[in-house]
Nanobody
Framework: EVQLVDPGGDSLQSGRSPSLSCVSA????????IGWFRQSPGKEREGVSC????????YYAYSVKGRFTISRDNAKNTLYQQMNSLKSEDTTVYYC??????????????WGQGNQVTVSS
């Protein structure tokens, strides 16, 4: 079964720096770009970050650039996102997703179950 598992949400105070993780199964992890998304109820899903299969290229949304760092360990089939300088507006559900297609126009077809990150002052 092809899947992404992103265990463990977190509730934390602003100033803390958690790291999200996402473990793949059922496919060759380093053949795919992988991204992080987030979505709050009633709002559009936002692409947060993305990393190329070989860990050469990364992308960040303007809202998180300079604060979040995406990385991957292809030997462990695992994606990470370090989140620094958290703000209350970062509170939402975060999802990892598998990307395919051309780098300039990725589509995403396998999604993790999502985990809540709550930032409080």
């Amino acid at each position: 079964e092809v899947q992404l598992v992103d265990p463990g949400g977190d509730s934390l105070q602003s100033g803390r720096s958690p790291s999200l993780s996402c473990v793949s199964a059922g496919f060759t992890f380093d053949d795919y770009a992988i991204g992080w998304f987030r979505q709050s109820p009633g709002k559009e899903r936002e692409g947060v970050s993305c990393i190329s299969p070989s860990d050469i290229s990364t992308y960040y949304a303007y809202s998180v650039k300079g604060r979040f760092t995406i990385s991957r360990d292809n030997a462990k089939n695992t994606l990470y996102q370090q989140m620094n300088s958290l703000k209350s507006e970062d509170t939402t559900v975060y999802y990892c997703a598998r990307g395919y297609g051309t780098p300039s126009k990725l589509e995403y077809d396998v999604w993790g179950q999502g985990n809540q990150v709550t930032v409080s002052s």
